[in-house]
Nanobody, 122 residues
């Protein structure tokens, strides 16, 4: 089964920037929707941003104007550019995709990455 592989997390000071990347582990995957969720300690996982293959985006209110989601359909890769980071953005960020893994089946499924930690110091 295809996996989502994330990179780009780390430690940054408040006001700084980070860029997360996430791609499918192999060809044959068609991600209709790709994006990012996050989960802080003792909190529920929450939507950050998603983007369709056609480029339509959806953002959580708390990141509007600071984060930008984009994707490269030729590489099945989604990105999250995070600017003006705040300590409250500290969380594990999870890549998400709703799509079809044509090497496995023709079913539409949800896929999750392992998570990448983002820590913003004040």
């Amino acid at each position: 089964q295809v996996q989502l592989v994330e990179s780009g997390g780390g430690l940054v000071q408040a006001g700084g920037s980070l860029r997360l990347s996430c791609g499918a582990s192999r060809s044959g995957f068609n991600g209709a929707i790709m994006g990012w969720y996050r989960q802080a300690p003792e909190k529920q996982r929450e939507l950050v941003a998603t983007i369709t293959r056609g480029g339509a985006t959806n953002y959580a209110d708390f990141v509007k104007g600071r984060f930008t989601v984009s994707r490269d359909n030729t590489k099945n890769t989604v990105y999250l550019q995070m600017n003006s980071l705040k300590p409250e953005d500290t969380a594990a960020y999870y890549c998400y995709a709703r799509g079809v893994d044509y090497r496995d089946s023709y079913n539409l499924n949800d896929y999750w990455g392992q998570g990448t930690q983002v820590t913003v110091s004040s």
